[in-house]
């Protein structure tokens, strides 16, 4: 594979950085260097199932082996600068000296706006000290990843899953799986403000190797989908754009979803068919937006379960299949594609050996997903990076993952 295709075998490689990071960051004199923590967690990509976890519908996501690591440990001196540091890379000035953040007791816990990166975290611990009624000891951590911010594939969920890990090690606490997702989830609504579904969260703890999970987000449940035959693999292309409607489109779009359901007088677009939904929004009064965001959910709800079985058998046609209508329903009827997803769509379409391809995530950029035949990977991914170029004068970047394993967090000394 080429440079901007190379396949993600980073994560030791990521975990030793991290630690380089928080030496040359932070230090070590003021932390236990005995007790010292490396949590992870996973980014993840949506095979089928978009904008339906807020619908409480089924979603079908892989852990991918991108992940956000986090190190550090409590603080072993008492500072009257600052309680809690994060170090983290200078996203402004790449390369440049590492940014330290410092903040004493009260402000850590303050749930502040505007919203910045760092309320993903702080969020986590807060809620956390308020679920277990605990008090967090003061801790200094780096935090380093490879999620691709932006692209689609949940690197806020990855931050806030990485640092609810590595609160349960450091406090000596277990939040259950499922909890740790809700709590997640609870974080991007409280103080992020973001009215998330809980597909990113659960992805990120319960992802599974050589799997993926088909999410029931009405009962919080999920069984796993053998993803192993080395014939056939999955490859993310990074659109590189994101259009700034994107945050106040998912907004717009839940509330017209909500909208339907109360006018249809169910709980949620799970408890309708797509066969009630057309015999029933006339007289339910659903305006035309409605019907076409309604339609949308409760027919890709329908091909999610119906993927699963697809997968299980083995049957990548099917599944191929039902991806290229999730793609084309996104675009005309929940309309939150845009030209560039578009053309990676059309572009994987084109190559031999690409059973389907659809875009992943919120949508107004980010990424699409396809399903490929291993052995035609370097040539799809050499037609859809010149044609990508040559349509919009943009690059795409390119990452093949298996699925792979949820959270994860482990204590070592430090040297």
Not at 1 to 30: W, Y
Not at 202 to 215: E, T
Not at 251 to 259: G, L, N, V
Not at 348 to 357: I, S
Request: charged letters at 25%; proline letters at 4%.
């Amino acid at each position: 594979l080429p440079a901007r295709a190379k396949k993600s075998n980073e994560l030791d490689e990521l975990e030793k950085a991290n630690l380089d990071l928080f030496k040359s960051a932070i230090g070590t004199e003021t932390v236990d260097t005995k007790n010292f923590i490396i949590a992870k967690a996973p980014g993840r990509v949506n095979l089928i199932g978009e904008h339906v976890d807020y619908n409480m519908g089924f979603v079908m996501p892989i852990a991918i082996d991108r992940a956000t690591t986090i190190v550090g440990s409590k603080s072993s001196t008492v500072s009257e600068e600052a309680d809690f540091i994060i170090a983290v890379p200078n996203f402004e000035n790449p390369g440049g000296p590492p940014t330290v953040l410092k903040w004493k007791r009260a402000d850590f816990f303050e749930n502040s706006r505007p919203v910045q990166w760092h309320n993903y975290v702080r969020g986590v611990v807060a809620l956390i000290q308020e679920l277990k009624s605990i008090k967090i000891p003061n801790f200094h951590i780096s935090i380093l990843g490879n999620v691709p911010q932006g692209g689609g594939l949940s690197s806020s969920a990855s931050l806030e899953v990485a640092t609810a890990t590595f609160i349960e090690k450091l406090c000596g606490i277990e939040l259950g799986m499922v909890a740790k997702a809700e709590l997640c989830q609870k974080v991007e609504h409280t103080w992020c403000d973001v009215p998330c579904g809980i597909m990113d969260q659960f992805a990120s703890v319960f992802g599974k190797a050589g799997h993926a999970l088909l999410i029931d987000c009405k009962s919080i449940t999920h069984k796993a989908i053998p993803m192993t035959d080395p014939n056939f693999s999955i490859l993310i292309v990074n659109s590189n754009t994101k259009h700034a409607l994107v945050d106040g489109a998912y907004k717009k779009r839940k509330s017209a979803c909500d909208s339907a359901a109360d006018k249809l007088n169910v709980q949620s677009l799970r408890e309708i068919s797509a066969e009630e939904l057309e015999s029933k929004h006339k007289a339910a009064g659903l305006t035309p937006l409605e019907l076409r965001r309604a339609r949308h959910v409760v027919n890709e709800i329908e091909r999610t379960e119906e993927a699963s079985r697809a997968l299980r058998c083995n049957d990548y046609e099917l599944m191929g299949k039902l991806m290229i209508q999730s793609h084309e329903s996104l675009r005309d009827l929940y309309e939150v594609s845009c030209e560039e997803l578009d053309y990676l769509v059309k572009f994987a379409l084109e190559c031999k050996g690409v059973y389907g391809a659809r875009m992943t995530g919120a949508g107004f950029g980010g990424s699409i997903v396809a399903l490929v035949e291993t052995k035609g990977m370097q040539a799809a991914i050499n037609h859809i990076d010149s044609q990508y170029t040559k349509a919009t004068g943009k690059s795409a970047t390119f990452i093949s993952s298996p699925p792979s394993e949820g959270a994860s967090a482990k204590v070592v000394e430090m040297n």
